[in-house]
């Protein structure tokens, strides 16, 4: 494991100072990662982190190796720099309850959460949202859209079908799009800045 | 007392430390303080090389391939002994002073603005 060169870690600039970060979250393969892919400077990377809790499945982006201890979970991130100044991280976590302690960890101090939904599967979302809505996390709901028949739900649907508090914000998200992807998490971050000031947003 | 971040393979790794004061946040930036490499182990040399340049402890363990439970450990050990220091004002939990980043409305405004401009 000898380093010969830093240019292989494709590094940031040496003048960043802050870092921010921002959750993607959703059901199952409702593309949190592909998100992540589309405004990524870097190829998205993957980090393991080991969990007490046992568990099992496979989620999209999500690895898990149990062992006699302990679980491993791997979870996708990629980075944005902004400015000279700060880079915004975005990470992708599922929203299963079993994770809770990763979860936490992640989330704190982050800006908030996008939590993509797919209307073949407004069900899945729910947990993640519940998540979001507990953790008290600042954040909106993009509706990544597959295919023409799920392009024909208005968003007051499915803003009705996941009971979304009003202020919540909901807009369509193609998360290939980065141009899409850059205006969702614009988005996300005005409403922190609401939220903030302490005003009723929308 | 274990941690129970790190399982019994990387103990090794991270030089049998196991309790650590600080955890450094995931995405937070670490950057390297002293270069001097003459009493580190490989793992720690290779962290202090890559931190000449700001970067996550989430990102040292992808590209290095190490866990992230064993890169804060070894993480917390360079912070100790003054290898490398942490940039980020706010993503700290124990040693945290001032408004976290995302609370700043400077920084938020900046970061509005910049994905604005990416979008266009």
Request: aromatic residues 4%; hydrophobic residues 40%; negative net charge.
């Amino acid at each position: 494991m000898s380093v010969s060169s830093t240019s292989l870690y494709e590094p940031l600039a040496p003048s960043t100072t802050v870092s921010l970060k921002i959750l993607v979250t959703g059901g199952f393969g409702v593309g949190k990662t592909t998100l992540v892919s589309s405004i990524s400077e870097i190829t998205p990377l993957t980090t393991e982190a080991e969990m007490t809790q046992a568990g099992a499945g496979v989620d999209e982006g999500l690895e898990l190796r149990p062992d006699k201890t302990t679980t491993t979970v791997a979870f996708d991130f990629g980075r944005i720099s902004i400015d000279e100044e700060i880079v915004l991280y975005l990470f992708g976590a599922p929203g299963q309850e079993r994770f809770h302690a990763l979860w936490e960890r992640l989330c704190q101090g982050a800006v908030g959460a996008v939590v993509l939904v797919d209307t073949r599967d407004v069900e899945s979302s729910f947990a993640a949202l519940d998540r979001v809505e507990r953790a008290g996390l600042p954040h909106l709901v993009a509706h990544n859209p597959f295919g023409d028949e799920d392009r024909r739900w208005s968003l007051e649907e499915i803003r009705t079908s996941l009971d979304l508090d009003p202020g919540t914000p909901l807009l369509r998200c193609d998360a290939r799009d980065p141009a899409q992807v850059g205006t969702a998490l614009a988005e996300l971050v005005l409403h922190r800045q609401h939220m903030l000031e302490g005003t009723t947003v929308r | 007392m274990m941690d129970p971040d790190v399982p019994d393979g990387l103990y090794m790794v991270v030089g049998g430390r196991s309790g650590t004061t600080l955890r450094p946040d995931p995405f937070s930036l670490v950057i390297t303080e002293r270069a001097d490499t003459s009493e580190l182990s490989l793992e720690e040399a290779d962290i202090v090389r890559i931190c000449g340049r700001p970067i996550s402890p989430a990102e040292l363990g992808a590209r290095l391939n190490i866990p992230l439970g064993a890169v804060t450990i070894l993480l917390a050990d360079l912070l100790d002994r003054g290898h490398i220091t942490l940039r980020a004002a706010g993503a700290l939990g124990p040693l945290e002073t001032s408004v976290p980043p995302a609370d700043d409305r400077r920084l938020l405004e900046k970061l509005r603005v910049g994905l604005i401009n990416l979008s266009v």
